[in-house]
């Protein structure tokens, strides 16, 4: 049995535990275990945070996150006008969050960091996956998670100069899928490798099971695009100091240096573009929606990337 199957059957398994009663299996307050390394405190926290990990000391995101107020980030999964109806939902999150708490997604700091992580990794879902426009009920914001793929693809994205290390499958189609979508064969290959999914081959198993879309994703929150760089974990949360280069080019820890990341000079060095201010949008209404306050988001040089240079121009940082 192959690992996308187990996979599959350990979300199905743990989704009807969760099913039966979800309330209690979020209850992880008593299922804190604490011990020292070489004078360290480590903890882990029931399945939300399983391995020994002093991340896994902080809050965990089931804990401040549940399945209403994910119900209310994105009221319209199932709408029926939605085009991916009935494949996005809460445990399929939560589920994939596991892999990513002991390394410290959503995890990191107290609650409220936590809680700004979370809402800004979701502004990049939302603003991805979202099929709203400007007189759709609720607005777009309301909108995210309604994509699982891309509807009308334009090519294969298939990089034949991957050939020796990420050779296209015939038959297969790279084009966007996911939470944060994926494009081209290599990032189907790397992302794949990481996750131990047979990606390149199949494809399709990002649209076909909404826990694999969710790490994906998180892997390439959590992930560097190249040796030297940030990723957008360590440039949100504080983990990253800019060098000398990085000041000259503007680029400063915060939620504007995570489009920088993810999407280079697509919607960042532009100016004041519509594609960086849907982002910033879907994050700022996040914060407001889970409580935190959009006050929180900072300065406008933290919140922006309007004015830094990418770091990887013409495209390279796509996803």
Known sequence: MGR??????????????????????LDLTDQLVTKEVKGKKVCKMGWAC????????????PEFLDVDQFQQLFPNINAPTAHAVGFWDYQSFVLATIKYAPLGFGTTGGKLMGQLELAAFLGHVGSQTSCGYGVATGGPTAWGLCYNKELSPSQKYCDD???YTYPCTPGADYYGRGALPIYWNYNYGQI?????ENLLDHPEYIEQNATLAFQAAIYSWMTPKKKGQPSCHDAFVGNWKPNKNDTLSKRVPGFGVTMNILYGDRTCGQGDVDDMNTIITHYLYYLDEMGVGRERAGPAEVLSCAEQKPFNPSGSASS
């Open 4 to 25: 996308h199957w187990r996979l599959v059957i350990v979300a199905i398994v743990t989704t009807a535990l969760l099913g039966a009663n979800l309330s209690a299996a």
């Open 50 to 61: 399983p391995e020994f990990s002093k991340f896994c000391c902080n809050q965990t995101i």
């Open 161 to 163: 100069s991957y050939k």
């Open 192 to 196: 794949g490798d990481a996750l131990q």
